[in-house]
């Protein structure tokens, strides 16, 4: 359908690009599964995986084969009469990959340096906001809302867009133009809330997470400004969808070091002191 209605009369070789990395993400998606799944299994026959960390990477792999089928689920809502893939869909498909990551992320860290209690309070709330941006992040992908307002901080005439609430209920998912309206300011608000969080770390023992945290956030937010001023090329929408990642994984290393109770002894912080 998608040749029909938006790639009408598109050459072999434009067909052939697309093709390939559609097809190049299938096999990696799979090569993924395969190395993570045969070492996972090896470890566990030979009875080297360390107490108490069978089930979570057990459930890991599970996830990794539902983030295939919720691919699929994804790829199928193009093959209809409507040719884009739906939003909602790809906001799952982000947001399965995401906790993959975190949980993998944790994980390692754990693993590394001790496990650390999972995240509270200030830092707690930067991490939802965080997943909530990303989210709305891809609401405005799925709908191509970013080429929609190419100025900032105003769309159109004010800061709100006329379009605003004119899809009812469901304004929030259906409407490119309030979905980018939210993607912009939770993303203000996670900035403020992440540079406070990473001010409040760089006085303790995690200055340089706390930095990169600082760095990665700062740097995020300013290519989210960029690609939408130059109308959204796939280059610097590439690098904002990977800046969310790095950011998130900076995110994480911070908050799982601060959650170190050996860490914050030495550091003379109550076990429970979050950033
Ligand atoms: C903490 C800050 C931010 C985070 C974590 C973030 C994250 C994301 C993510 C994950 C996506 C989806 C990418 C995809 O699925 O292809 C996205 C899309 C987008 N973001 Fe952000 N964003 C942030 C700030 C901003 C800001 C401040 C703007 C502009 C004012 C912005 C403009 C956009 C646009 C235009 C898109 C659509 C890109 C496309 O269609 O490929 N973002 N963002």
Known sequence: PEYQQLNYGMTLAAFKNIFFWEYFHRLWGRLLGLAFGLPFLF????????????????LLLLLGGFQGVVGWWMVKSGLTQDASVSQYRLATHLG???????????????????????????????????????????????????????????????????????????????????????????????????????????KGQMKRRANLVLAAVSLQFILGIVTLLHGVPVSL?????????VLLGCLLAL???????ALNRQNNLPDNAQA
Do not use: C
């Not at 929408?237 to 990642?245: F, L």
């Not at 908050?255 to 109770?261: L, T």
């Open 43 to 58: 470890f566990l026959l030979t009875g080297r995986i360390p107490n108490g960390f069978g089930l979570r990477l057990g």
């Open 255 to 261: 908050i799982h070091g601060n959650g170190q109770p």
């Open 96 to 202: 399965v990959a995401l906790v993959i990551f975190s949980l993998l992320i944790w994980t390692a860290f754990d693993l590394r340096d001790g496990r650390s209690k999972g995240p509270a309070g200030h830092a707690l709330a930067s991490l939802v906001l965080l997943g909530v941006t990303i989210l709305a992040g891809a609401l405005v992908a799925g709908m191509d809302a970013g080429l929609l307002y190419n100025h900032y901080p105003l769309m159109g005439n004010g800061l709100v867009p006329v379009e605003y609430g004119d899809h009812g209920l469901m304004d929030p998912f259906d409407n490119p133009a309030s979905a980018q309206f939210h993607h912009r300011w939770i993303a203000a608000l996670t900035f403020g809330a992440v540079v406070v969080l990473g001010l409040k770390a760089r």
């Open 237 to 245: 929408g590439g690098m904002h969808q990977a800046g969310a990642v």
